[in-house]
């Protein structure tokens, strides 16, 4: 048993709720998260949430406070708290009623970005509000300028689609048929949205009703002392665990590649600054230093910053821990007003997403001196959005397609990194698999492998990023949008490890029109052209040049490692027909190597 867990079991002084009572409510929460989102995956209408698992649902106290959650898109469940206390702002928790539903998908009102649409529903008991059962979704449609809802080129958030502050959907349980034409009136697949947004709605119900039974079964009373005491030893296990890491102040620093097409800049390389003061059992993160508002798309909600740093902080503290909001107390967070962590009103959000991939990543950049045990290199850096759309020519239909891109992690002390893995933000989120799209959507899935090559030289390996090749059908064209970061500033490396290989897309390679893109926006592409997905690899740890002769003949078996990079990056001599190690050759390359 875990540290954390030990801890958890503990009776306290001041414990009124039995702990064998107390496990078991905090297990039925958790289950009922899983039935939330097993209800979701069967009943929604888009790949988007049944295939790539955009989601994530919890459920809340009546402050908003987190209690249990499903392990999905770890930066969305903190922003649904915020969702619940902007709704008491505008609404009033005073107005709801057993049966009413709130939706929401505003990014000044706790949100992210206008396709990430959260439903709340209200739990009571005798005694008033109980809780909420909250579930958040990327919804494929809202408006906007293309279709997706996520654009390299916008300057202001009306340009990004429907805002949606919190407004009944449902109230006593009967749809509001106002908002509803509302909310379809404003969407290029309104009945797609429309069915999405209905199985959030019943992931929530089926959340609301299971807490109502417990309330039922143990009385609402003793349930909102279970709920303190499970608050409380979240904050207790954690605060343990913050002691494991070394007191001091660590500071880390990236830049992103800049917002706009790649045809169109509109605000140039930025940076994003992180310092992390650990002192006894408390942790602050403080973003001074980071670049201003931006006029392009990558500023982000305040509000999933504060998600954001949750995620990267629970990486490093007890992260067998399961989460409550008791788990944040001792961490404390400084976002700088105006920068483009925290922007106003009507700044453009929708690409919120890649820095926050690399704010993650700072934690492990900054920490790597203090714990470099549980620390990783770079990673490939951003989620690499991709989606493609139209009219499909043979049903008539729009379509729409989003899906992340899978890329290399960083190595660790002990061990190469992880190949074709989602960035850390989107959790256990999938792309699409080509079964799939090639089934629903006018498209062919051409190619799909490994990049070797990619991940970063070290002692260990970084791992692998992924080559994805797309072709449009005869008779068919295809709007596109590609959302790649990090191609100037990929993945680092760690004590002497080398960077991996950066992200980007290739337009129709081979051919006369072959074209390099990272960011670009409602392209289209007609019959027989093709376009590349190619994600980074993860960065290495330690002197590539200490790298085992015989993992790096393995690679080059697998096809990980080429021949001449055997060569070039770890001074190991192969054969390329036998793939035998020239043994005499290697001693004279890697000590010529060393001393270059």
Not at 327 to 335: A, G, K, M, Q, Y
Not at 354 to 369: C, G, H, M, N, W
Not at 464 to 484: A, H, K, M, N
Request: net charge negative; with cysteine.
């Amino acid at each position: 048993m875990s540290t954390a867990q030990s801890l958890d079991m503990r009776q306290t002084e001041k414990n009124e709720v039995d702990p064998i009572t107390l496990e078991i409510i905090r297990n039925s929460m958790l289950r009922t998260c899983e039935e939330m989102k097993v209800v979701v995956t069967r009943s929604a209408y888009s790949t988007v949430i049944y295939e790539v698992l955009d989601y994530s649902c919890g459920l809340f106290d009546a402050e908003g406070n987190i209690l249990a959650e499903q392990s999905g898109i770890p930066i969305f469940l903190a922003n649904i708290g915020y969702v619940i206390r902007a709704a008491d702002e505008i609404i009033g928790f005073e107005n709801l009623e057993p049966g009413d539903v709130v939706v929401s998908n505003d990014p000044y009102a706790g949100g992210s970005h206008l396709p990430d649409t959260t439903t709340i529903l209200p739990i009571f008991d005798d005694d008033g509000l109980l809780g909420f059962a909250g579930f958040r979704a990327h919804l494929l449609d809202w408006g906007g300028k293309a279709p997706g809802g996520m654009f390299n080129d916008t300057t202001e958030i009306f340009q990004e689609g429907l805002i949606i502050p919190p407004v009944k959907l449902y109230q006593r349980g009967v749809p509001n048929p106002d908002v509803f034409r509302i909310l379809e009136a404003n969407n290029r697949v309104p009945r797609l949205n429309t069915g999405d947004l209905r199985a959030l709605v019943s992931g929530s119900r089926v959340g609301a009703e299971r807490v109502s039974e417990l309330a039922n079964k143990y009385g609402g009373s003793y349930l909102r002392q279970a709920f303190t005491e499970l608050f409380d030893r979240g904050e207790h296990a954690h605060r343990q665990a913050i002691t494991t890491i070394p007191d001091g102040v660590y500071r880390a620093e990236a830049m992103q590649d800049g917002t706009g097409d790649d045809a169109a800049p509109i605000d140039a390389p930025f940076k994003i600054c992180l310092t992390i003061t650990v002192k006894n059992d408390k942790m602050h993160v403080d973003f001074a230093g980071t670049a201003d508002q931006l006029r392009g798309s990558q500023n982000v909600p305040y509000h999933a910053t504060i998600a954001a740093t949750r995620a990267a902080y629970k990486y490093f503290v007890a992260p067998e821990y399961l989460n409550n909001e008791g788990c944040f107390r001792p961490l404390t967070i400084d976002v700088p007003e105006g920068s483009m962590l925290w922007p106003k009103k009507p700044a453009p959000v929708s690409n919120y997403p890649s820095p926050l991939v690399t704010l993650i990543e700072l934690f492990q950049r900054a920490l790597a001196d203090a714990v470099p045990e549980r620390v990783i290199a770079g990673t490939f850096g951003d989620i690499c959005c991709c989606f493609y759309y139209g009219t499909d020519a043979e049903s008539g239909g729009q379509f729409i397609s989003a899906e992340p891109e899978g890329g290399g992690y960083g190595a660790a002390h002990d061990r190469d990194g992880e190949s074709a893995l989602v960035a850390p933000l989107d959790g256990d989120t999938y792309n699409i698999p080509g079964e799939i799209a090639e089934t629903k959507y006018p498209i062919y899935l051409k190619r799909y492998e490994l990049i070797p090559d990619s991940g970063g030289p070290g002692r260990w390996r970084g791992g692998l990023g992924v080559y994805r090749e797309f072709e449009v059908p005869p008779g068919q064209t295809v709007g596109t949008i590609f959302t790649f970061e990090r191609e100037n500033d990929p993945s680092w490396g760690l004590f002497d490890g080398k960077g991996g290989a950066p992200n980007h897309v290739v337009l129709n390679p081979g051919s006369a029109n072959e074209r390099r893109v990272n960011k670009l926006t409602d392209h289209w592409m007609s019959a027989g052209e093709v376009f590349s997905t190619r994600t980074g690899g993860g960065g290495g740890w330690g002197d590539p040049l200490e790298r085992e002769v015989e993992r790096v003949a393995e690679d080059v078996r697998y096809g990980f490692v080429t021949v001449e990079g055997a060569r070039r990056d770890y001074g190991v001599v192969i054969q390329p027909d036998t793939f035998k190690v020239d043994l005499v050759e290697t001693d004279h390359l890697r000590k010529e190597m060393a001393t270059s």
